[in-house]
């Protein structure tokens, strides 16, 4: 089910990338990974899941080390705690949900500290959801020129949550302003910050955030199925 689930996706994401004149190969697919079980993401990467998101650190912790030696990356897409910061660096090729210099510097000491340089994301709150973490659209730029500073750390792009809703239609205004608000900073031409990554779209919504610019959509239930 999960090979053929895949390759329904992936035909989306061609489709999706055609209809706005993108090649599909600037999209990137991460498995949203989340209470799947490890022997289900094997399954995925046996059918050729190259990135899996994962949104605690204890749980993506456990699949790491059962999967170890797989060509699997992993990306953490969930909130993260500051106390956390440590595992993400050892575990996570990208984080995708920065929102606080006091994240981003905790981020910069673990990986200074391992002599590496973290790729991640900076999270935008853009609808200003109460319930949802993320900067504010009207302090990201701020909150990103300071993050700059942190020699250990390399911003690679943003990422979103929208509102839910059921028609993918409603959440294209919000996948839109990230899109902008991304090439308002890219125009600041901050040192050592890159515009390249737009991680927005999720099993319901992905085909209008490619529409809008999407880089990467973390797709989880088209993928897996339902979560038990």
């Known amino acids: 089910m999960i090979k053929e689930n895949l390759t329904r996706v992936r035909r989306r994401i061609e489709q999706a990338a055609a209809r706005c004149g993108r090649d599909p190969a600037s999209v990137r697919l991460v498995a949203v990974s989340k209470t799947v079980s490890a022997e289900s993401v094997k399954e995925a990467i046996d059918a050729g899941v190259r990135l899996l998101g994962e949104n605690y650190i204890q749980e993506a912790r456990e699949k ?3 999967l170890i030696g797989s060509p699997a990356s992993w990306h953490f897409i969930g909130h993260l705690q500051t106390n956390k910061a440590r595992f993400a660096v050892e575990l996570f090729e990208l984080i995708h949900s920065v929102d606080s210099l006091k994240l981003a510097r905790e981020l910069d000491k673990q990986a200074r500290q391992r002599n590496k340089v973290q790729p991640i994301l900076i ?5 200003e959801e109460k319930s949802k973490s993320g900067i504010t659209e009207q302090a990201a730029a701020k909150l990103i020129r300071e ?3 942190c020699g250990n750390l390399s ?10 809703f059921n028609a993918p239609e409603k959440v ?6 990230l899109r902008q608000l991304s090439n ?7 040192d050592g910050v890159t515009m390249r990554e737009l991680s927005m ?3 319901g919504d992905f085909e209008v955030a490619i529409e809008e610019g999407s880089t990467i959509v973390r ?3 088209a993928i897996f199925g339902e979560r038990q």
Not at 155 to 164: E, V
Not at 184 to 190: E, L, T
């Open 64 to 66: 790491v080390d059962a």
């Open 123 to 127: 999270q935008v709150n853009i609808a």
């Open 147 to 149: 993050v700059s500073c």
């Open 155 to 164: 911003i690679r792009g943003l990422m979103t949550m929208p509102p839910f």
């Open 172 to 177: 294209r205004p919000y996948f839109k302003a």
């Open 184 to 190: 308002r900073i890219a125009a600041m031409n901050i």
């Open 201 to 203: 779209g999720m099993t």
């Open 219 to 221: 797709v989880g239930t």
